[in-house]
């Protein structure tokens, strides 16, 4: 059975970090590509980030581009979400996904 | 990166058909065969219905189907059911290596 577990959210000041974690289980973790996706409170989902299978390709959304990185770590079957000058509309549940299965999320509130 | 075009509500009454368009562009859903659709109820995580257009993942019900036609991805959602009340969303792949989102169609079932 798949299994996506994220975990690194928390409340953090505008201008923080944060790095968020996604372990994975179940499938075989580097034969997909991975996404970061949010959902502010009350609202739509929004694209984030993508990972190639490899790690070797990386795309993200304008609006994070030059402060967000994705990576990955295929021996450990995890995934990574590095969040740089966070802003108060960051504030989101962040869930890790793929064409098997999305995690339950982690809830990052920027805010002072 | 603008976000793909879904209506914003629908509704129906348990046994009916609905259809839930997704608008894009040929820099899009009109690209590539890559787009998926979700479910989500409240408070939970969304969940994948549809992935490559038309390709339903084991254990999704075959109620519902997708299909796609130039630059609109569509779900149909047949014999809807209480349960099919929830928040829909479609998402592609685009040329420019990002994936759009829908804005999302919340369901009613009546």
């Not at chain 1, 000041?13 to 790095?19: E, F, N, T, Y």
């Not at chain 1, 959902?39 to 299978?53: D, E, F, M, N």
């Not at chain 2, 149909?76 to 099919?84: A, K, N, V, W």
Request: glycine share 12%; aromatic share 10%.
């Amino acid at each position: 059975e798949v299994h996506l577990v994220e975990s690194g959210g928390g409340l953090v000041q505008p201008g923080g970090s944060l790095r968020l974690s996604c372990s994975a289980s179940g499938f075989i973790f580097s034969n997909y590509w991975m996404h970061w996706v949010r959902q502010a409170p009350g609202k739509g989902l929004v694209w984030v980030s993508r990972i190639t299978g490899d790690g070797r390709s990386t795309k993200n959304a304008d609006s994070v581009e030059g402060r967000f990185t994705v990576s990955r770590d295929n021996a450990k079957n995890t995934l990574y979400l590095e969040m740089n000058g966070l802003r108060v509309e960051d504030t989101a549940m962040y869930y890790c996904a793929s064409d098997v299965g999305w995690g339950q999320g982690t809830l990052v509130t920027v805010s002072s | 990166q603008s976000a793909l075009t879904q209506p914003a509500s629908m509704s129906g009454s348990p046994g009916q058909s609905i259809t839930i368009s997704c608008t894009g562009t040929s820099s899009d859903v009109g690209a590539y065969d890559y787009v998926s659709w979700f479910q989500q109820h409240p408070g939970k995580a969304p969940k994948l219905l549809i992935l490559d257009v038309s390709k339903r993942p084991s254990g999704v019900s075959d109620r519902f189907s997708g299909s796609k036609s130039g630059n609109t991805a569509s779900l149909t959602i047949s014999g809807l059911q209480t349960e099919d009340e929830a928040d829909y969303y479609c998402a592609s792949h685009s040329t420019s290596g990002a994936c759009l989102f829908g804005g999302g169609t919340h369901l009613t079932v009546f």
